[in-house]
């Protein structure tokens, strides 16, 4: 992060106070996700091109993460059954093709993946998917915790950006993270153990 805002001061990095750096040709290239495709897209057409991001020591790596349906064991057997032929129904190849093309994301299934026009083998994102496929991903943070730790790091990083010491920032959110978890006792039985 400090290398980030010495890039900024030195006007080495576009702050994007606007979110539009790219699209308004200020800046060449964007370290963004595959929800910006649409709009990048339509921006500068067929010469947009998708390129792993930087290899920091441990492999280029996409972000791996996204919401996800299941079924609790408490509802009754009849609650389960309707509960699973729901969930087999939203992961036939058509209806996860619908969602991930309103959301932009790496359709959830490999079948959905070869039937898409954006991650099939010649579509513009495939990069994501051969990432994700090939497991050179990072998780999300594994918790219930999770919008809360996205919100206070977005923040620190908007600090950051606005020329805040980096330490005091990454200490606001530390401290914005911890007094969640102390809120909600550490949100128990609801953290994955590792063997799940």
Request: net charge positive; proline share 7%; hydrophobic share 40%.
């Amino acid at each position: 992060m400090q290398s980030v805002q010495n890039w900024i001061t030195k006007g080495y990095v576009d702050p994007n106070i606007d979110d539009a750096a790219f699209t308004s040709d200020r800046v060449a290239l964007s370290w963004v996700g595959h929800w910006a495709y649409k709009d990048y897209a339509k921006a500068v057409g067929k010469d947009l091109v998708v390129l792993p991001l930087p290899n920091f020591g441990r492999g280029s790596k996409t972000a791996q993460g996204s919401w996800n349906w299941g079924i609790t064991t408490n509802c009754q057997k009849a609650c389960q059954k309707s509960a699973m032929k729901f969930l087999e129904f939203l992961l036939q190849p058509q209806e996860v093709l619908a969602m991930a093309n309103v959301n932009g994301a790496v359709p959830g299934t490999k079948r959905a993946i070869s039937q898409s026009q954006l991650y099939a083998p010649n579509g513009p994102l495939r990069l994501f998917a051969e990432q994700l496929l090939a497991g050179e991903t990072v998780p999300r943070p594994q918790t219930p915790a999770y919008p809360v730790i996205t919100s206070a790091f977005q923040e620190a990083f908007a600090n950051i950006r606005n020329g805040l010491p980096v330490k005091t920032a990454l200490d606001r959110a530390t401290t914005t993270i911890n007094v969640d978890r102390q809120d909600n006792q550490n949100y128990p039985n609801l953290e994955l153990k590792k063997d799940d």
